[in-house]
């Protein structure tokens, strides 16, 4: 699914090509897609992302909205009167620049017309007035867990899966820490890791991993840079641990159990260390459990004994079965 990266990387890419154009014509080739919109003879103001949809906006105040849901993509051709209708294309935009198709075989994606009036409040943006004091209100003591939080697009817009994945890693958090149980310095992590990581695979205009291409057809570069996401049981290149895989909502989840303790694990093996001091040894490692001293006064005593002292110390060695 084309998440921020990809969206902001074809909206920057449309903009370059048909801000200033006027639209000719609008096809409609599934109807799935409802009637189409009467935009004949508008002329193109600019072109934006907003979260993980592409904005088209008109002259009049109106905007396009496309979203590409699953398998969306839209592919451009300079020449406006190009008879190549591409597989999977559902819609066509002929302009004085030249004609666009929005390609899809899932048949996800949407359009609808848009007027200023109904443009809603939005969540944060990663791109824009991103910090940890303001995510961390957005969360609340929401019971879900963190890779939830950041892919829910009423909470942040345009993350999915793969920056998820890369985000927590870099951040070092466990994907399923629930967002109630995050210390103001996770949420920093998070904060300071989101907007580079974002902005890097924008530079690299997004990642393909399966069938992301941009406006012009070619694929991405920023899989390149993946540290966990699709990398199951290669090597993490922080610790040198191996990546996991786990399933979470329904969807795969990559990080490295290592350097993304979560708070559970790390709180359990504190909990051990600090126990284990009063522990004897032999208990610690759990080994000797048939063979064991007890105070020969009460069996029902569990104090430490000195095995070196025992049989003169009031304990004996007794063995259980
Ligand atoms: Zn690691």
Redesign the pocket.
């Known amino acids: 699914m084309p998440e921020l990266p990809e969206v902001e990387t074809v909206c920057r890419q449309l903009n370059e090509v048909i801000a200033g154009a006027q639209i000719k014509e609008v096809r409609i080739l599934d109807a799935k897609l409802g009637p189409a919109p009467e935009v004949e003879g508008r002329g193109v103001v600019s072109v934006a992302r907003c979260g993980k949809s592409i904005g088209i906006k008109l002259d009049d105040n109106r905007t396009m909205r496309i979203h590409l849901r699953m398998t969306g993509r839209l592919f451009w051709q300079d020449d406006a009167e190009s008879a190549y209708t591409p597989d999977y294309s559902r819609l066509t935009i002929i302009s004085t620049a030249g004609r666009l198709d929005c390609l899809d075989p899932r048949r996800f994606a949407t359009l609808r017309m848009e007027d200023e009036a109904s443009v809603s409040a939005l969540p944060p943006d990663p791109l824009e007035d991103f910090n940890a004091t303001r995510l961390r209100k957005v969360a609340g003591s929401r019971k879900i867990s963190v890779k939830s939080f950041l892919m829910d697009q009423r909470f942040i817009s345009g993350i999915g899966n793969i920056y998820a994945c890369e985000i927590l890693h870099d951040a070092g958090i466990d994907p399923s820490e629930k967002v109630a149980d995050l210390s103001s310095a996770q949420w920093r992590q998070i904060a300071k890791a989101t907007t580079p990581i974002l902005r890097k695979a924008i530079a690299c205009r997004g990642t393909t991993v399966s069938d992301w291409r941009d406006l012009f057809g070619r694929p991405g570069e920023y899989q390149q840079f993946l540290k966990v996401y699709a990398r199951e049981d290669s090597l993490?290149p922080?610790?040198h641990?191996k990546v996991k895989r786990v399933k979470q909502g329904g969807r795969g989840t990559y990080y490295?159990p290592?350097?993304q303790k979560g708070l559970k694990n790390i709180k359990r093996s504190k909990i051990n260390n600090e126990a284990g001091k009063n522990i004897p040894h032999r208990r610690q490692k759990g080994i000797n459990r048939a063979a064991t001293t007890i105070c020969r006064h009460d069996p029902g005593c569990r104090k430490n004994i000195d095995w070196s002292k025992a049989g003169t110390s009031g304990g004996e060695r007794i063995t259980r079965r």
Do not use: A, K, P, W
């Open positions: 993490c922080r610790c641990s490295c290592s350097c």
